[in-house]
């Protein structure tokens, strides 16, 4: 029998694990469980309550994107474009006090562009980007994509997040600040999308060292769509640390599922075995073909599958292991799936209905590969 998402916010409160790794599709209802889970953490105060930013029980990823920035793009002249950051006695402490300025700056060159320059003000209000295009010229004030500023956005959260495991390893009296000594809960909502699989393992392996190496009883949750970044976190929280004492018992692994009466499914993934991902996949494709509601993300699935397979048995690139029935039909294959495949900033494009005729080589393109490679998605 399923559950609403606030009962299962409720059983990831319950939990006395120190992380909780959960994996599911887009769309299924990561965020939505966020919300519920800060709501039942700590409800919104009432207009007769002040809400105190040191008594914070939990702060979550998803949060800083919403509430504490957005773009100021110069309407009238289109030429003064700024992120805004709204101030508070965090972003405060994080920038004026610790002076994270420019490890900020650099974990956000290291995933996007060193010749992209973001310049904070005098406060830390607000931000400008610029382009150096080398021989001293450069293209200033621009708009940076969606993609571009989720990194920026994380770089700033990542930054505030090691400050906080630091201070509350010190002991109470110690610590430079007590604003975080009612912090319970770390919620990560699927942080930095965008990445390439190379930057999206480093930045898997960097959050997974962090959280072992945190020393009090702040909890973790973490929820994502993506099978790369779940695998990598799923090995990590799965080895013990003798370093910092963290031991595998400590985490705990969950795949949230929406089920057909519209409810929710928080499925333990076993420590024996880490998650089939290739299987689960190839299990939805079925699905979706059986049904007829292909749509657009199912590309994806199919492409991680084959980069999985490609790297399993030796092959140097995936599109090798597509069918070549005539002559350059496997690159055709090969760029309907990038093109389809390819990463979107909008939730809405990444659920769109695709064209009836990908319809048809999404179904051929499975058969494909389930027959010449041997998959059976009901056995894991």
Known sequence: MGQSLTEIAQQLKDSDKKIQLIYAFNGVGKTRLSREFKELIAPKPTEEEEQEESGVKVLYYNAFTEDLFYWDNDLDSDSDRKLII????????????????????????????????PRFNSDYSEVEF?????????IENIKISKGEES?????????????IVETLNE??????????????YIFIDDPVSSLDDNH???????????IKSSESDLKFIITTHNPLFYNILFNEFNNADPRTGYKRKHSKRHRLEKLDDGTYSLVNQTDDSPFSYHLYLLNELDNAIESGDIQKYHFNFLRNILEKTSTFLGYQK?????????????????????????HSNHSGEEISVIEDNDKKVLRFLVKEVKSNYGFNPNNN
């Open 151 to 163: 990194n920026f956005i994380w770089s700033v959260f990542y930054s505030f997040l090691e400050l």
């Open 200 to 210: 999206l393992i480093e930045l898997a392996v960097n959050i997974a060292e962090l």
């Open 318 to 342: 995936w599109k090798d292991l597509l069918p070549e029935q005539t002559e350059g039909s496997r690159e055709a294959y090969f760029n309907r799936i990038v093109n389809l495949a390819s």
């Open 171 to 184: 002991e109470k009296d110690e610590r430079q600040t007590n604003q975080f000594d009612d912090l319970e």
């Open 86 to 117: 709204r101030p508070n006695s965090f972003t405060n402490w994080v920038l004026a006090e610790q002076g994270q300025e420019y490890y900020i700056i650099s974990n956000f060159q290291h995933y996007t562009s060193h010749s992209l320059i």
């Open 130 to 138: 610029s382009i150096n295009r080398g021989n001293d010229e450069s």
